[in-house]
C-alpha cells in the first residue's frame, strides 16, 4: 500500500517523485525501444491506436512552448487521448521533446532518412511474444493511476536535459 502526502492528495507532487518518473518512462521508452515496441509520430499513432489498441501499454504525448499554439496539433492530441480514455491506454504529456530525441534517436531526432522524427506522439506497445512485466512500465502505471484518482487525466512529465 502506498501512501500518499498532502501534496500528493492535493495533485502536486515532490520532485522526488517526479523526477522517478521521469527515470522510469526513461527506462521504458530504453526497453521498448530495440525490441520494436515503440510507435513514433501523430498519424502512424493513430494508425496503431485503430488496428491494435490492446497491445498498446502507454502513449506519451510530447510538446514545446511552440507545439502550444499549433491548433492542428493541439485537436490530434484531443482526439488521441480521448481515444486511450475510452481504451483504458495510460497517457503522459512531455513537455521536453528534445530530449525525448535524445532518448530515442540518440539525440538527431532524425529518421533514417534524414527526415525529423515527429515525437509528438509515442505509442509504446507491448512485446506479442511475451507478456511485458518491466518494473519501471509498473511505476509509470502505478502513477497515471494515482494522478487519475485526482482527476489529473493527463499528467505532465518534464524530461531533464542530460
Request: hydrophobic letters at 40%; proline letters at 4%.
Amino acid at each position: 500500500m502506498y501512501n500518499m502526502t498532502f501534496e500528493e492528495l492535493s495533485g502536486d507532487y515532490s520532485q522526488e517523485r517526479m523526477d522517478a518518473v521521469a527515470k522510469a518512462l526513461e527506462e521504458v521508452l530504453t526497453s521498448a525501444l530495440p525490441q520494436g515496441c515503440i510507435t513514433v509520430g501523430v498519424y502512424e499513432a493513430a494508425k496503431s491506436l485503430n488496428v491494435d489498441p490492446d497491445n498498446v501499454v502507454l502513449c506519451i504525448l510530447a510538446t514545446d512552448e511552440d507545439d502550444v499554439k499549433d491548433v492542428a496539433l493541439q485537436i490530434h492530441f484531443t482526439l488521441i487521448q480521448a481515444f486511450c480514455c475510452e481504451n483504458d491506454i495510460n497517457i503522459l504529456r512531455v513537455n521536453n521533446t528534445h530530449r525525448l530525441a535524445e532518448i530515442l534517436g540518440g539525440g538527431g531526432g532524425k529518421q533514417s532518412g534524414g527526415e525529423p522524427m515527429d515525437l509528438h506522439c509515442v505509442l509504446v506497445t507491448s512485446p506479442h511474444s511475451t507478456s511485458w512485466k518491466d518494473p519501471a512500465l509498473s511505476k509509470l502505471n502505478l502513477f497515471c493511476r494515482e494522478s487519475r484518482c485526482m482527476d489529473q487525466w493527463v499528467p505532465i512529465i518534464n524530461l531533464p536535459e542530460r
